[in-house]
């Protein structure tokens, strides 16, 4: 939300920008517009870093505590304003004060409605002998949550066309969906191509975000099995989840598996820039930030049907879009990625996803 607001900002169009972050860790923020409540965040994220697992409490109900402090300290807060752009699961107290200024409210998907997270994992967790109410961050009193802030939000604002059919599926008219992709982050020049790129010497393949079922690691790992190369090389950057560890124990792939662990982003960028490919073949992603950040550093990138990133890969140019699950399709572009090295030359910021924020709202204003 914070590179969208800053982009926006450039446009002349923020009035204020509320975060759960204290203002000393956004370094570019405008005091004069940004407005904080950290005092919840600080508590979670040092719990989570400092507190003995036995002693704290489960990660979902910090996060949902954190959340709900910040929605009830933004409603009580909350400065006039045209239109209100919030997250699910933080949004009710907010836009019921916005209704009561005459404020637009404008519900902030990332991803799709939890119910669909909730069906499209269910097996996938039933698969490796999971149980999914241990694990979900979402039951009953959040649904509820979620079903009055869609009721209470006047427009959608989706990342990717997935989630804006997974909107339609709810029943929310297609024309009050704004579908806005994100973009990479080009000002601090962080992703960006190298000057002068070429392919790697090697068939590189680059798997950076959280490694858990979600992300579908099995399709990933059955599909270096069918194409049974030893001359690849796959590098996973990012956190690694226990739920995953049946599906690795598994594996009888001949491709060597690197783990990095989780990075900071210069060096997740230079990783990008030294890959021959980003994979992505999550069973549910409703965008998938790594995808910009990846083609501005010139390299393709292989998804699922299911990546809302997919609108901005075209096929066999820039990367490659498979069927969900389909491992025989994902191993098969891979290997014709091998034969056909090149990179990208695209540059994704978030400046046009700024601008159709501020059309939408000029639009909307208009009906």
Avoid at 4 to 25: D, M
Avoid at 340 to 359: E, K, L, M, S
Wanted: one cysteine or more; a neutral charge; hydrophobic letters at 40%.
């Amino acid at each position: 939300m914070w590179p969208t607001a800053r982009a926006v900002a450039q446009e002349g169009a923020l009035a204020h920008y509320y975060s759960g972050y204290p203002a000393w860790k956004i370094a570019d923020a405008n005091p004069a517009q940004f407005r904080s409540s950290s005092f919840r965040t600080n508590i979670v994220y040092g719990l989570l870093k400092y507190a003995p697992v036995a002693l704290r409490p489960s990660s979902r109900r910090l996060f949902l505590w954190q959340d709900h402090g910040f929605d009830h300290w933004v409603g009580a807060h909350l400065e006039p304003c045209d239109f209100i752009h919030a997250m699910p699961g933080q949004a009710l107290h907010t836009f019921r004060a916005a209704k009561q200024l005459g404020i637009r409210t404008v519900l902030n998907h990332a991803t799709g409605p939890a119910r669909e997270w909730v069906r499209i994992m269910r097996p996938e967790y039933e698969r490796v002998g999971m149980k999914l109410e241990k694990e979900c961050p979402y039951d009953a009193e959040y649904f509820a949550r979620e079903d009055e802030e869609y009721v209470l939000a006047d427009f959608h604002c989706a990342a990717s066309t997935v989630v804006r059919d997974q909107l339609i599926a709810t029943g929310i008219a297609s024309e009050r969906i704004w579908v806005v992709p994100y973009g990479a982050d080009t000002n601090a020049r962080v992703f960006h191509r190298a000057e002068n790129a070429s392919a790697p010497p090697i068939f590189r393949i680059l798997f950076a975000g959280q490694i858990s079922l979600r992300k579908g690691i099995r399709t990933l790992l059955d599909a270096l099995t069918l194409a049974n190369s030893a001359h690849w090389k796959m590098d996973f950057v990012g956190s690694r989840s226990a739920e995953t560890a049946q599906d690795f124990a598994a594996y009888r792939g001949v491709t060597p598996l690197a783990f990095h662990g989780a990075q900071a982003q210069e060096q997740v960028a230079r990783a990008m820039r030294d890959s021959s490919v980003l994979v992505l073949p999550s069973l549910e992603e409703g965008f998938g930030l790594v995808i910009p950040q990846a083609l501005n550093c010139g390299c393709p990138c292989i998804v699922s049907e299911r990546v809302g990133g997919r609108d901005l890969v075209r096929h066999r140019e820039n990367g490659s879009i498979f069927p969900v699950g389909d491992a025989q399709a994902f191993a098969a572009e891979l290997a014709w990625w091998e034969r056909n090295p090149r990179r990208t030359g695209d540059n994704f910021t978030w400046t046009p996803g700024a601008r159709t924020i501020i059309a939408e709202s000029e639009a909307a204003h208009s009906r």
